[in-house]
T-cell receptor, first 118, second 113 residues
Framework: DSGVTQTPKHLITATGQRVTLRCSPR?????VYWYQQSLDQGLQFLIQ???????AKGNILERFSAQQFPDLHSELNLSSLELGDSALYFC?????????????????FGPGTRLTVT | GQQLNQSPQSMFIQEGEDVSMNCTSS?????WLWYKQDPGEGPVLLIA?????ELTSNGRLTAQFGITRKDSFLNISASIPSDVGIYFC?????????????FGTGTRLKVLA
């Protein structure tokens, strides 16, 4: 158990709908990363937040957005869903530099949310 | 999106055999991470590498940060059935300015008892 939690575990929805995926980082971690993994594909970086602020963006579609709240949990919002959005969505958190508990280079992943768009 | 070249893509081995896999890139990396992912689960961090030439072990797993800083290697000795899964490398490009990682395409390992 990495200490990163994600809900829900599975999500089935129809095209055109909007969903919200939730992630709680490990205790004390300030950074949250979101990744998309399509079938038999590697992990594609979507977006990073650090202590509530957006830090880096990857290949995130305009239909997708994210935010990190004061309690450090993060939500990934996916709207106008298409069949091709079906994938596993992971979040990861990293320890903060200078604090006890590990290196900020080491990302710890949650169990993922499997999104199926029908 | 950008990905690392990871090889082999898949491999079938007999229990007890040693396994080698690698990742290569045209870019220089600051950090390499190696993960194992079981089906439907999140990747689990196995080894982190921070310096060119660094050799780090975690039980039967040994990984190395290539001297050119453009590649990394993972070896598994005396494989067992629970080693089955997908192994990913992840590299942090130099001068990326963040802790953003690029992931390899994965090596799918199957162990025959």
């Amino acid at each position: 158990d990495s200490g990163v939690t994600q809900t829900p575990k599975h999500l089935i929805t129809a095209t055109g709908q909007r969903v919200t995926l939730r992630c709680s980082p490990r205790s004390g971690d300030l950074s949250v990363y979101w990744y998309q993994q399509s079938l038999d594909q590697g992990l594609q970086f979507l977006i990073q937040y650090y202590n509530g602020e957006e830090r880096a963006k990857g290949n995130i579609l305009e239909r997708f957005s994210a935010q990190q709240f004061p309690d450090l949990h993060s939500e990934l919002n996916l709207s106008s869903l298409e069949l091709g959005d079906s994938a596993l969505y992971f979040c990861a958190s990293t320890p903060s530099a200078g604090l006890a508990g590990g290196s900020p280079y080491e990302q710890y992943f949650g169990p993922g949310t499997r999104l199926t768009v029908t | 999106g950008q990905q690392l070249n990871q090889s082999p893509q898949s491999m079938f081995i007999q229990e007890g055999e040693d396994v080698s896999m690698n990742c290569t890139s045209s870019s220089i990396f600051n950090t390499w991470l190696w993960y194992k992912q079981d089906p439907g689960e999140g990747p689990v961090l196995l080894i982190a590498l921070y310096k060119a030439g660094e050799l780090t072990s975690n039980g039967r797993l040994t990984a190395q940060f290539g001297i050119t800083r453009k590649d990394s290697f993972l070896n598994i000795s005396a494989s067992i059935p629970s080693d089955v899964g997908i192994y990913f490398c992840a590299g942090q490009p130099i001068f990326s300015g963040t802790y953003k990682y690029i992931f390899g395409t994965g090596t799918r390992l199957k162990v025959l008892a």
